[in-house]
């Protein structure tokens, strides 16, 4: 069975945007770059939130047309562009839409259990709202926790308060160069 997982840059204080819903502080260089891209290579696509579609949609899918990329950028925006996504958006017109993405008004529980019995690679999500409400339907399998050295002091909390308690296990860590720290936690 497929897995979801939540892969999230946040700071040492538990924010993944500063107060002005800045994230010039995520620090992603080539190292880490390199790895997101070995890591979602395989996946079997994105579930994306509007806010965050749109953001990425402004920049990859062309991304790899500047000769002054750097290569882990060019190689990232192929990945893109060739990932199925699913964008849950009240907003945007549902069904087919640019860039092999299919858009859907809300989250059934259901319908996302049954993409998860699917064939293929894990399935990413994308956008903190749309992670809360995957979150409140008990639907994430794997958090991706990139822990920036940083303290921010206020900004938009990682996870929302909640009365849902999630019991999880550390499966991995990894230290990057850069002082980046990996924490990955699964169900048990």
Do not use: C
């Given at each position: 069975?497929?897995?979801?997982?939540?892969?999230?840059?946040?700071?040492?204080?538990?924010?993944?945007?500063?107060?002005?819903?800045?994230?010039?502080?995520?620090?992603?260089?080539?190292?880490?770059?390199?790895?997101?891209?070995?890591?979602?290579?395989p996946m079997?696509?994105?579930?994306?939130?509007?806010?965050?579609?749109?953001?990425?949609?402004?920049?990859?899918?062309?991304?790899?047309?500047?000769?002054?990329?750097?290569?882990?950028?060019?190689?990232?925006?192929?990945?893109?562009?060739?990932?199925?996504?699913?964008?849950?958006?009240r907003t945007?017109?549902?069904?087919?839409?640019?860039?092999?993405?299919?858009v859907v008004?809300?989250?059934?529980?259901?319908?996302?259990?049954?993409?998860?019995?699917?064939?293929?690679?894990?399935?990413?999500?994308?956008?903190?709202?749309?992670?809360?409400?995957?979150?409140?339907?008990?639907?994430?399998?794997?958090?991706?926790?990139?822990?920036?050295?940083?303290?921010?002091?206020?900004?938009?909390?990682?996870?929302?308060?909640?009365?849902?308690?999630?019991?999880?296990?550390?499966?991995?860590?990894?230290?990057?160069?850069?002082?980046?720290?990996?924490?990955?936690?699964?169900?048990?």
């Open positions: 069975m497929r897995k979801i997982t939540l892969a999230m840059a946040v700071s040492l204080d538990g924010f993944f945007e500063g107060p002005n819903r800045e994230i010039d502080w995520h620090l992603v260089d080539e190292e880490v770059h390199r790895h997101h891209n070995e890591r979602i290579k079997g696509g994105f579930l994306f939130g509007r806010v965050v579609y749109e953001l990425m949609s402004d920049f990859w899918p062309t991304a790899d047309q500047d000769p002054s990329a750097p290569e882990t950028q060019r190689e990232f925006a192929a990945i893109y562009r060739d990932m199925p996504k699913i964008v849950y958006s945007l017109p549902p069904g087919p839409a640019e860039g092999n993405t299919t008004p809300e989250v059934v529980p259901e319908e996302v259990r049954a993409l998860k019995e699917q064939p293929g690679g894990d399935l990413g999500v994308g956008g903190a709202e749309l992670a809360a409400e995957f979150r409140r339907h008990d639907l994430i399998d794997e958090y991706w926790l990139y822990v920036t050295p940083v303290i921010l002091g206020r900004g938009r909390p990682l996870f929302p308060e909640s009365d849902a308690t999630t019991h999880l296990r550390l499966a991995d860590t990894h230290t990057f160069g850069n002082g980046v720290v990996l924490l990955r936690y699964e169900r048990p």
